[in-house]
């Protein structure tokens, strides 16, 4: 098939696009990936001794607002009443987490009222009242005072980055959330829910569609490959999720990413830890959570013989490491506009997704800007109003 557009990477940024282009203006997509899978990295399998689903990439909960992209998503999948809920484990006793009127009163041993609890929290928080922080450690005892953050922010945060808080720009948080409430839904979105026969099945339905040719073990860089940047920049347009370093040999410099290491284990137990994400908010544990899928989908009758369960441990990504959360370094930030100018002159290629942005993007974010890149600069192309560029 000689494609009209190309599509580097079927992750959701990359299939929304495909779909859209495919469907809606009858136009041959080839769409390729360098894994063995689609999906990106909301990609899920089947634990093979429990029969259990597992998102090999790290827990993946969809939420969204937005009710475009929820019609969008929905033709794709039904989904279930999941409601996310996380808890976290700090000095042997389990807390509700965000931090609500609940894990403050469960912490100060007390009975506080939403307007007492906020007058407290105010106090401690004046500790450091009027100081411009210097670092991570400063501003997160300004926001929510020390004890709250000391037990369950600091170290949680210094295991995410591997880093003393006190060595951490202050900029890195603005906001800590504190709810005087005991209201703990972790997600505050119109819509939320978990694919009901799973994220696999979803892709798979949006990749599903004559016009769409996937291929997949295939790496744009890689020369020898029938699809290739050589091959494919200035004859076809194409749409590039892949890392927008990468793309340009980088010529700026890496951008900086953290990356997560799972350890998966199937235990001889029906139920570990009884819900979906315990966090472990204290320095002497390792590992900052704990996820079990088995509770993403508590209609499913999962057998209870045994249970499989990730422990996350978060690091700084080297080279050929999966990259997860961009750093965003000052340094990082001047490499990627260097890289914005490079991708605004080079012709008939859209940078787009986490990777190709190189910004953090929730599921419904790369799905809500990938339908914008479809509508305001690839549907004009082909129907003969120019953009694309
Ligand atoms: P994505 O990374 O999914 O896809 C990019 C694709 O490009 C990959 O398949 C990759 O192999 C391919 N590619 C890269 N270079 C290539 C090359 N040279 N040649 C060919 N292919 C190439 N969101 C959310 O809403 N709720 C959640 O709970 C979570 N949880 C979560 C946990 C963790 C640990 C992470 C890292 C992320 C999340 N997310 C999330 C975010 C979610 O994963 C994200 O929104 C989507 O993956 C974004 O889709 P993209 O298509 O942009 O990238």
Same mark, same amino acid.
């Given at each position: 098939?000689?494609?009209d557009?190309?599509?580097?990477?079927?992750?959701?940024?990359?299939?929304?696009?495909?779909?859209?282009?495919?469907?809606?203006?009858?136009?041959?997509?080839t769409?390729?990936?360098?894994?063995?899978?689609?999906?990106?990295?909301?990609?899920?399998?089947?634990?093979?001794?429990?029969?259990i689903?597992?998102?090999?990439?790290?827990?993946?909960?969809?939420?969204?607002?937005?009710?475009?992209?929820?019609?969008?998503?929905?033709?794709?999948?039904?989904?279930? @009443?999941?409601?996310?809920?996380v808890?976290?484990?700090?000095?042997?006793?389990?807390?509700?987490?965000?931090?609500?009127?609940?894990?403050i009163?469960?912490?100060?041993?007390a009975?506080?009222?939403?307007?007492?609890?906020?007058?407290?929290?105010?106090?401690?928080?004046?500790?450091?009242?009027g100081?411009?922080?210097?670092?991570?450690?400063?501003?997160?005892?300004?926001l929510?005072?020390?004890?709250?953050y000391?037990?369950?922010?600091?170290?949680?945060?210094?295991?995410?980055?591997?880093?003393? /808080?006190k060595?951490?720009?202050?900029?890195?948080?603005?906001?800590?959330?504190?709810?005087y409430?005991?209201?703990?839904?972790?997600?505050?979105?119109?819509?939320?829910?978990?694919?009901? @026969?799973?994220?696999t099945?979803?892709?798979?339905?949006?990749?599903?569609?004559?016009?769409?040719?996937?291929?997949?073990?295939? @790496?744009?860089? @890689?020369?020898?490959?029938?699809?290739?940047?050589?091959?494919?920049?200035?004859?076809?347009?194409?749409?590039y999720?892949g890392?927008?370093?990468?793309y340009?040999?980088?010529?700026?410099?890496?951008?900086?990413?953290?990356?997560?290491?799972?350890?998966?284990?199937?235990?001889?137990?029906?139920?570990?830890?009884?819900t979906?994400?315990?966090?472990?908010?204290?320095?002497?544990?390792?590992?900052?959570?704990i996820?079990?899928?088995?509770?993403?989908?508590?209609?499913?009758?999962?057998?209870?013989?045994?249970?499989?369960?990730?422990?996350?441990?978060?690091r700084?990504?080297?080279?050929?490491?999966? /990259?997860?959360?961009?750093?965003?370094?000052?340094?990082?930030?001047?490499?990627?506009?260097?890289?914005?100018?490079?991708?605004?002159?080079?012709?008939?290629?859209?940078?787009?997704?986490?990777?190709?942005?190189?910004?953090?993007?929730?599921?419904?974010?790369?799905?809500?800007?990938?339908?914008?890149?479809?509508?305001?600069?690839?549907?004009?192309?082909?129907?003969?109003?120019?953009k694309?560029?």
């Open positions: 098939m000689t494609a557009l190309v599509v580097v990477g079927s992750g959701f940024f990359g299939l929304t696009v495909a779909e859209r282009a495919a469907r809606e203006l009858g136009l041959k997509v769409v390729i990936d360098r894994r063995h899978h689609i999906g990106g990295n909301a990609y899920s399998e089947t634990e093979a001794q429990t029969g689903e597992v998102h090999r990439y790290g827990a993946h909960l969809f939420h969204t607002s937005n009710k475009k992209v929820w019609d969008y998503v929905n033709q794709f999948t039904t989904f279930t @009443d999941y409601v996310h809920r808890y976290g484990v700090h000095k042997g006793e389990v807390f509700p987490l965000p931090i609500n009127l609940g894990t009163n469960q912490f100060f041993r009975n506080y009222t939403p307007a007492e609890a906020r007058a407290l929290i105010a106090e401690q928080a004046g500790e450091l009242a100081t411009d922080p210097e670092n991570l450690n400063d501003k997160g005892i300004q929510i005072g020390r004890p709250l000391e037990a369950f922010i600091k170290h949680y945060t210094g295991k995410q980055w591997q880093t003393d /808080p060595d951490l720009p202050a900029g890195i948080i603005s906001r800590l959330p504190v709810r409430t005991y209201d703990n839904r972790y997600f505050n979105d119109t819509y939320e829910g978990l694919p009901t @026969d799973g994220y099945a979803w892709i798979e339905r949006m990749a599903d569609h004559p016009n769409i040719d996937v291929q997949l073990n295939t @790496d744009f860089f @890689d020369e020898a490959q029938p699809i290739s940047k050589g091959s494919v920049v200035g004859n076809v347009p194409v749409v999720t890392p927008v370093d990468r340009f040999d980088y010529a700026e410099g890496d951008l900086s990413w953290r990356t997560i290491d799972f350890e998966e284990e199937v235990l001889d137990t029906g139920d570990f830890q009884g979906s994400v315990v966090n472990y908010n204290d320095a002497d544990v390792p590992f900052t959570r996820i079990e899928p088995r509770h993403f989908h508590p209609e499913r009758g999962y057998q209870t013989e045994k249970t499989v369960i990730m422990r996350e441990f978060s700084f990504a080297e080279k050929g490491d999966e /990259p997860y959360y961009p750093v965003n370094t000052e340094a990082d930030r001047a490499k990627l506009l260097a890289y914005r100018d490079l991708a605004t002159s080079e012709k008939d290629v859209l940078f787009g997704g986490r990777l190709g942005t190189y910004k953090y993007l929730d599921m419904h974010m790369a799905i809500g800007s990938a339908l914008s890149m479809y509508e305001n600069r690839i549907k004009p192309h082909f129907t003969g109003g120019a694309l560029e």
